[in-house]
């Protein structure tokens, strides 16, 4: 009987490159090296299905049954990225098209309309074949749909049948023409429609804001579909794990998206400058779903295709770039890829081998990571990631912000990011990254900075009983200024702030010279950036005022705080320095009564963990500077068997598994 337990430590493999003999080859250095998991077939229609209705599947049960025997698992995914040529000639209208009316040509992959009603007919029918294939096969540990899944070129297809996709959404959304009309304000400029099907695709316009939120909208849930119809095929023949690589890069709802599916799954390629920037989808992967989340590519060195833009990584940076996942919650991590394509596109992308066979540099810290792996594995398996902070982020509110900006070219990812993200790690602090979807009830303190629309679900009527109840909750610049539809209320500025507080907003607008100064009570200097929000002073609950700028808004306050029944509401107006969001932090960990810092670094991700009989904390230092971890109780080094206590140093790109010693 097969049998693999987490942690994986894994590699994409593509045997459709290899013949028989390199395939054995490359079986014995996996488990020379420690790969314990490989994930195949996702890129190969062509080899599963030459023609239209003819499948071969035996040389992929051939190499399942290799690694069966070897004992590696394996995640078979769905070829749906990358029809093959018979199928785009026999229907040339399931290529993308572009905003300009250019097709898409047959190309690498990602290449059709997942709306296209032909290509969903092919695609059910591959996924069902490989189902039926391998649906019972105990080595297959997981499933994976389609490779990285993304609206089209980040604007979208334009074709006729995501036109008839989105008509129907805006149908479903709105009831009646007149309806959105009334509700997008679309008499303005004459816009208002007789009929949906008069409603243009947003293209070669002045855009409408709110249309192109909608068509943005509408173009995500067409992915959401495409992925559930494969998940509820699959389903019907394995039990298997199924899920759907991502890269959180555009405004899909993942929420939606993983509702159909077991694993959350997800990708990246961050590098020694911005490799702290995974960490917070990392932390947004652990909320999707009731269990551990896969890793399912990274690169081991660098990336590319037929050029690299990138470099040689420092000593460390692979094997803790390895051990990032499961610091945060997840039980796997893949390599994309195990040995480099010998011809293709991708020529000089890294891997664990080289297309010769060969190691690549960073090979000795895959081999490390899957040794330590090993030692830690209990105490992986057996705890969770333990926090009571969370951090709101929103598809909805980046779709607002890619139709409506607010300012200038502002990036509501990038500044969620640099000016809150940031500071809470380099902290030492663990966040969870949730939705809107999320429930608030396990956390003491929750930040909702540049929540546009706070119109989602029942989250207005959460938060203000989060609030009621005890918490602590840090809201704006730019929360709540937008309803639904991305549309501003005609009464107020915020929707539910100056109800629930006794904020008294006065003023709004951008500073890109940075010309407003402000100072917190005792005089120091604040820096506030991009946009404000002033507030009619409270002496009792003013942190911070304007001292200068335009003499309609000095003294007026650009942060407050308010007791709200058993909790506290902090009213934030513009985007901070990392010093002043550090400030408030502290501030709001002094009052809920938590440590102001546990670490510090560039940054040192601390992870606290707990599970049924044990609990410590998991630190790895990522930015290659070394780092302190302010121990507070006497710990076992899982990883070297050492005894630590008090304040721990951490070595650049050091990985630390440390169980309290009480728990032995």
Known sequence: MFTLKPPYLGAAYYPEDWDEREIDKDIEKMLA?????????????????????????????????????????????????????????????????????????????????????????????????????????????????????????????????????????????????????????????????????????????????????????????????????????????????????????????????????????????????????????????????????????????????????????PDGFCYANSWLPLVLGGEATMYWLWRTHWAGHELVHGSVLDSSGRPMYSTEEVKAAARDFKKCADFINNTKVDTDIALHFSSLCYN?????????????????????????????LRPDVIDAGADLEKYKIVFSPLMLTLDQGDLRARIKSFVENGGIWVTGPMTDIRTKDGTRFTDRLHGMLEELTPAVFKY???????????????????????????????ATADLVKVTAGHKQIVGGAVLQCFSVGKGFVYVLGTLPDKKDTEKIIAEVLKKAGASARRAKGEPVIVSPRKGKNTSGVILAEIGGKGGTFYGDTVYKDLISGKILRGDIELEPYQVLVLEKAENK
């Open 33 to 313: 090296i420690g790969i314990n998991v490989a994930r195949i077939g996702e890129f190969a229609w062509r080899k599963m299905e030459p023609e239209d209705g003819v499948f071969d599947f035996s040389w992929l049960h051939n190499v399942v049954d290799k690694l069966k025997s070897a004992g590696i698992g394996v995640i078979i995914g769905t070829p749906t990225a990358t029809p093959p040529v018979w199928l785009t000639k026999k229907y040339p209208d399931m290529l993308v098209e572009y905003k300009s009316g250019r097709r898409m040509q047959h190309s690498g992959r990602r290449h059709a309309c997942s709306n296209h009603p032909e290509y969903l007919k092919y695609c059910a029918r591959i996924a069902e074949k490989l189902a039926q294939e391998f649906g019972k096969e105990e080595a297959v540990i997981g499933w994976q749909i389609d490779n990285e899944i993304y609206i089209p070129n980040n604007e979208g297809c334009y074709c006729e049948n995501c036109a008839e996709k989105y008509r129907e959404h805006l149908k479903n959304k709105f009831g009646t023409v007149e309806e959105m009309n009334r509700r997008l304000n679309l008499n303005l400029f004459s816009q208002a429609y007789y009929s949906f099907t008069e409603v243009p695709l947003p293209r070669d316009t002045w855009e409408n804001p709110h249309l192109k939120q909608e068509y943005l909208i509408s173009q995500g849930q067409a992915n959401i579909d495409f992925v559930a119809m494969q998940a509820n095929i699959i389903k019907r023949y394995t039990n298997a794990p199924v899920g759907t690589d991502i890269i959180p890069m555009d405004g899909i709802d993942y929420r939606k998206m993983n509702a159909a599916l077991d694993v959350a799954q997800f990708n990246h390629y961050n590098t020694p400058g911005d490799l702290w920037e995974c960490c917070l989808w990392l932390d947004y992967m652990r909320t999707l779903k009731d269990r551990p989340f896969w890793n399912t590519e990274t690169a081991t060195c660098f990336s590319g295709s037929t050029g690299t833009s990138g470099s040689i990584k």
């Open 400 to 428: 607002m912000f890619e139709t409506q900006p607010v300012v200038g070219d502002f990036r509501y990812d990038r500044a969620l990011k640099d000016h809150f993200y940031k500071p809470l790690i380099d902290m030492g």
């Open 508 to 538: 709004w607008f951008p500073d890109k010279e940075k010309r407003v100064k402000a100072a917190w009570g005792g005089g120091e200097e604040f820096g506030g950036n991009t946009y404000y929000e002033i507030f009619e002073p409270n």
